[in-house]
């Protein structure tokens, strides 16, 4: 099952749904025009059916704090609802704004899809 | 305010940009900095860095400063030069303290979803202050600085 694309000059997220995951990419730059968007976009997936979400970053160039703000909500709800938000390959520049930060100790960062795709699909403890 | 003493910049150095205050119109002058800087060989870290610290600095004035009021104006000023990038950003707000800000890396506060704007600066910048009101804010990168 595939979501419709969201495409933006400079900037674009598509989601898919593997099993119980979503699978959502982002490309190009999250800047301060786009951020509105991908708020609303990742928590209308986070209110979906399968609030499980792994966020490719590796065509990620650029992300501000109003990005991450939308991580940081997107994650909430993802929790509020049983569920998680991992990240998966950011590139160096944007890994260092998630360990600046410190939002690497928050959310989880996976080296690839199939990692992320594993670490998701196992139950919650507890 | 004038641009800071120990910034190395003469006031006349500086080129002066005035844009709307909305988030598209927010972008000029940050395309004008980057390509400049890239032109004068900057790395790509220095641009991401520049880039970053300008984009929380125009988001803050549109957003906060301006209350999202496209009538309202903001003022960029700038100089881009072999050793050092100088930029100052103003709104026409009544500004805010930037002392009193909860440090968004602590574990009480790395859920809070607004926050990390000035901190993001302070990080990727060499030197950044704001004058008394706090409606303007002068940044500077010094060119053979790392960044974090």
């Excluded at chain 2, 800087?37 to 600095?57: T, V």
């Excluded at chain 2, 906060?64 to 104006?73: F, V």
């Amino acid at each position: 099952m595939s979501a419709p694309e969201t495409r933006r000059e400079g900037f674009n997220l598509s989601a898919e749904t593997k099993g119980d995951i979503q699978l959502v990419s982002l490309s190009g730059s999250a800047s301060m025009e786009h951020t509105d968007d991908l708020r609303q976009r990742l928590l209308e997936l986070a209110d979906g059916q399968f609030p499980r979400i792994a966020i490719d970053l590796s065509g990620l160039i650029f992300v501000n704090s109003a990005a991450l703000g939308a991580f940081i909500a997107a994650h909430r709800r993802c929790q509020e609802r049983g569920g998680e938000l991992c990240f998966v390959s950011p590139r160096n520049a944007v890994i260092q704004v998630l360990r600046v930060t410190n939002l690497d100790r928050l959310i989880p960062i996976f080296p690839d899809l199939k990692t992320a795709h594993a670490a998701l699909s196992k139950p919650k403890s507890g | 305010m004038k641009v800071p003493a120990d910034f190395g910049v003469d006031d006349t150095e500086l080129t002066e940009v005035v844009v709307r205050s909305d988030l598209h119109s927010a972008k000029q002058p940050e395309g004008q900095i980057i390509n400049e800087m890239l032109r004068q060989g900057y790395d790509a870290d220095a641009a991401f860095g520049l880039k970053l610290a300008l984009e929380e600095a125009m988001t803050n004035a549109v957003k906060h400063g301006n209350c999202n009021d496209p009538n309202k104006t903001i003022v960029v000023r700038y100089f881009v030069g072999p050793q050092r990038v100088v930029v100052m950003v103003r709104d026409e707000g009544c500004g805010f303290c930037p002392d009193v800000l909860p440090d968004p890396t602590t574990d009480d506060n790395l859920e809070r979803p607004n926050g990390r704007g000035i901190m993001l600066m302070q990080s990727y910048m060499t030197r950044v202050c704001f004058n008394e009101a706090g409606n303007e804010v002068w940044m500077l990168k010094q060119r053979q600085e790392a960044s974090p």
